[in-house]
């Protein structure tokens, strides 16, 4: 694709148009990578702006999962050294979320291991998102697994306004990457919490096998599903998975394909997430082609990114104002 297409694309994109599957192919093909990566800024900065939303999680209850997702490391079907624990305290979940806030993130989960929380489990989540919210004004969010709306309502009523479930990858990989439940599940549990008038954060891991024309796919699923917020994780192959041993992507596929998102997905956040450390390198230049979130501090599993190394980067290259995202306090974050 020339030049001239690639801005006849983000033209349109800007005019609130849409591409199709078969444009977004064509894109990726492009070897004007950089004017592709340049239109996806572009298209960023008139639909959501220079701020970037700062979230954060905490590892709330983690191992012996019974799902056999091949890039999980708190899967119980393989030997990977995990820590295992019960759901915290709620002077833990309390502790953590003061912190997070007293640092500018604008936004905190709790995420589970397991297929999902059972609802007794749920009722001492929402002691902790109850103690949150009498201390802080930082957004909650939520990430255990796949509830139904009885749950979902329990949570919301406790002043969590966004849940989050990724979809991983392209329906039509999902299947050789987890056999215990499926891509339709996690669809349904997005629905549900959609219907409770909650937003989703939901996005996938590039790096698993997927080709590029999946990737797009996954892309397509997201826009079908008006999702919010995308994070977009860089697979971190862990000792005793099944995808230990998986090849790096190169710079330019995770590039056009954070392009790609933005393409497809214009007005949702697209946020950086797990396997930052291994496009530490290339992460100024995503932020320069799509990016405008981020999970900040440490992950579920493995290490994440300084809060003030972040902020000083987003500073650096003029992207550290507040940010609008219908959190309670009406800017998600301070940089």
């Known amino acids: 694709m ?8 983000k033209a349109r994109v800007l005019a609130d148009g849409q591409i199709s599957q078969d444009e977004a192919l064509a894109l990726a093909e492009t070897a004007e990578k950089e004017t592709l990566y340049a239109a996806a800024d572009q298209i960023r900065a008139h639909f959501i702006g220079n701020g970037i939303d700062l979230c954060s999680i905490m590892n709330a209850q983690s191992g012996r999962c019974s799902e056999d997702c091949k890039w999980c490391s708190q899967s119980r079907h393989f030997k990977t050294g995990v820590a295992e624990y ?16 007293s640092q500018g993130v604008g936004r905190f989960s709790l995420v589970t291991s397991g297929r999902a929380l059972k609802p007794k489990q749920v009722l001492e989540a929402c002691k902790i998102y109850e103690a949150i919210g009498k201390h802080s004004d930082i957004a909650l969010c939520a990430s ?17 306004g966004r849940y989050h479930c990724n979809i991983e990858t392209a329906p039509s990989h999902f ?3 987890c056999t215990t439940h499926t891509f339709e599940e996690k669809q349904r549990t997005i629905r ?8 989703i954060c ?3 891991i590039f790096g698993m096998g997927e080709t590029m024309a999946q990737r797009i796919e996954m892309a397509f699923a997201l826009r079908e599903m008006a999702i919010d917020s995308i994070p977009i994780n860089v697979l971190h192959p862990i000792e005793g998975t099944p995808l230990q041993g998986s090849a790096p992507l190169s710079d330019d596929e995770i590039l056009v394909s954070i392009a790609l998102f933005r393409f497809i997905n214009p007005k949702a956040h697209l946020r950086f ?3 930052r450390n291994l496009i530490a390198h290339i992460q100024e230049k995503a932020l320069s082609a799509g990016v405008s979130a981020a999970l900040v501090g440490d992950y579920l599993t493995t290490l994440g990114a300084s809060i003030e190394q972040d902020k000083a980067m987003f500073q650096r290259i003029g992207r550290g104002g507040s940010q609008d995202d219908g959190s309670k306090t009406g800017t998600a974050v301070r940089s």
């Open 202 to 204: 939901s996005g996938g």
């Open 2 to 9: 020339h030049i001239e297409q690639i801005e006849a694309l």
């Open 273 to 275: 997430a797990g396997g």
């Open 86 to 101: 019960k759901l915290v305290s709620v002077e833990e979940g309390l502790k953590l979320a003061l912190e997070n806030r």
């Open 192 to 199: 549900e919490a959609q219907e409770l008038g909650m937003k």
């Open 175 to 177: 299947p050789s990457l």
């Open 144 to 160: 255990m697994g796949l509830l139904r709306k009885p749950e979902l309502q329990k949570l919301k009523d406790a002043g969590v």
